[in-house]
């Protein structure tokens, strides 16, 4: 058996938990939605197995990827740098102010809508054997997408923002995590 090291999210200052937000989630998710777009932009064409629903994917994916990017980018040019200062300056105050925080969580809504659309026109992540490799792969990154988006939303949305927001802060709630809400 191997060891491996187990990150325990709450035992991390924000401070911490936005250096590590950087590393395993913001990087990950740009790498991968590029590979993501680079198929969906230079192969998709030229493949005769993909299905009729490959454009409304790209599209959906698209949009999730110019989210993420929003987010990523306010994040780490505004809100992080906000809460590592706090975390020298404060002592112990709390970091954001909530208005602050509203447009990161409308777009994280967009994107939770988003990912169950591009579940559904995708069938689940479900391959299909007369695709491509180069589309069966694309499909999978689109599934680690998803997985890696969603234990994002979820460290943020229950250990970063409420360490760093006022009391009584609208978060998206765990609930809202699990794919019940719909866009059709």
């Avoid at 187990?6 to 250096?19: K, Q, R, V, Y």
């Avoid at 020298?88 to 208005?99: D, T």
Wanted: net charge negative.
């Amino acid at each position: 058996m191997y060891p491996f090291a187990i990150i325990n999210f709450h035992e991390l200052s924000p401070a911490a938990l936005c250096d590590v937000v950087v590393n395993k989630f913001h990087q990950p998710i740009e790498n991968i939605a590029d590979q993501v777009m680079a198929w969906f932009n230079l192969e998709k064409q030229e493949d005769v197995t993909v299905p009729a629903a490959a454009d409304l994917q790209q599209l959906l994916f698209s949009s999730i990827q110019a989210e993420c990017t929003l987010i990523i980018r306010k994040e780490n040019s505004v809100l992080f740098p906000v809460i590592r200062n706090a975390a020298v300056h404060n002592n112990g105050k709390k970091a954001l102010q909530p208005a602050a925080y509203e447009s990161i969580r409308q777009s994280f809504q967009k994107i939770l809508l988003l990912l169950q659309k591009l579940r559904q026109v995708t069938g689940n992540y479900l391959v299909q054997p007369q695709w491509s490799s180069g589309y069966k792969i694309c499909v999978s990154d689109m599934y680690s997408l998803e997985q890696l988006l969603y234990q994002w939303l979820y460290i943020e949305q229950n250990i970063l923002y409420p360490a760093v927001l006022p009391p009584n802060t609208i978060i998206i709630r765990q609930e809202e995590l699990i794919n019940t809400v719909s866009i059709d």
